[in-house]
C-alpha cells in the first residue's frame, strides 16, 4: 500500500481556490466594484504583467481602472471630500471630465486631441475604451498628457 504525499492534492486546492474567489469576485461585482468588473478577465497575472511600464504608469491607470483616484468624485465617493464638484463649477469632477472637458486644461487638450486622432481613434472619448483593451498606445499619450500638465492622481 502507498501513501500518496500531501503535495500531490496540491493543485486541487489550488484550482478549488481560484474557483471560488471567481464566485465571490462575481457577487461583489453586484454591489462594488462595478467598474472595474468591466475590466475584470479571470487571469492569474496582472494586466501589465507582460509590458515594460513604468511604475507610475501602472499606477495611474489602475487606480482609474478601480475608480479610486484623486478626483473630487471619487474622493467624495469614499468620503474623503464633501462635494464631488469640479474646480471649475462641473457637478461632477471624473478622470473623463478632466481629461476631456475641464477648462483647466482647453488648451493643452489641443495637443492630446490631435495625438488621438494620429491614432486613428474618433470621438467621442473615454477612458473605460481606453482601458478596456487596455489600448497601451492610447494610455501613453493620456499619461504623457497627465504628467506635462501635472495631472496627479
Known amino acids: 500500500m502507498y501513501k500518496v504525499p500531501h503535495t500531490d492534492f496540491k493543485e486541487?486546492?489550488?484550482?478549488?481556490?481560484?474557483?471560488?474567489?471567481?464566485?465571490?469576485?462575481?457577487?461583489?461585482?453586484?454591489?462594488?466594484?462595478?467598474?472595474?468588473?468591466?475590466?475584470?478577465?479571470a487571469r492569474k497575472k496582472p494586466w501589465f504583467h507582460s509590458l515594460d511600464l513604468p511604475r507610475e504608469f501602472i499606477v495611474r491607470f489602475t487606480r482609474i481602472r478601480s475608480n479610486h483616484y484623486n478626483a473630487a468624485a471619487s474622493l467624495?465617493?469614499?468620503?474623503?471630500?464633501?462635494?464631488?464638484?469640479?474646480?471649475?463649477s462641473y457637478p461632477y469632477q471624473d478622470f473623463n471630465h478632466l481629461l476631456w472637458n475641464c477648462p483647466k486644461f482647453s488648451d493643452h487638450r489641443k495637443t492630446l486631441l490631435h495625438k488621438l486622432r494620429e491614432t486613428n481613434w474618433t470621438p467621442p472619448y473615454c477612458i473605460t475604451t481606453f482601458l478596456k483593451g487596455p489600448n497601451i498606445g492610447v494610455l501613453r499619450i493620456i499619461n504623457?498628457?497627465?504628467?506635462a500638465y501635472n495631472i496627479k492622481l
Do not use: N, V
Open 144 to 147: 504623457a498628457f497627465c504628467e
Open 12 to 41: 486541487t486546492y489550488k484550482q478549488k481556490m481560484w474557483q471560488d474567489f471567481q464566485i465571490f469576485l462575481q457577487q461583489e461585482f453586484q454591489s462594488k466594484g462595478t467598474l472595474y468588473s468591466i475590466y475584470y478577465e
Open 76 to 88: 467624495a465617493r469614499t468620503g474623503i471630500k464633501l462635494d464631488p464638484q469640479c474646480e471649475c
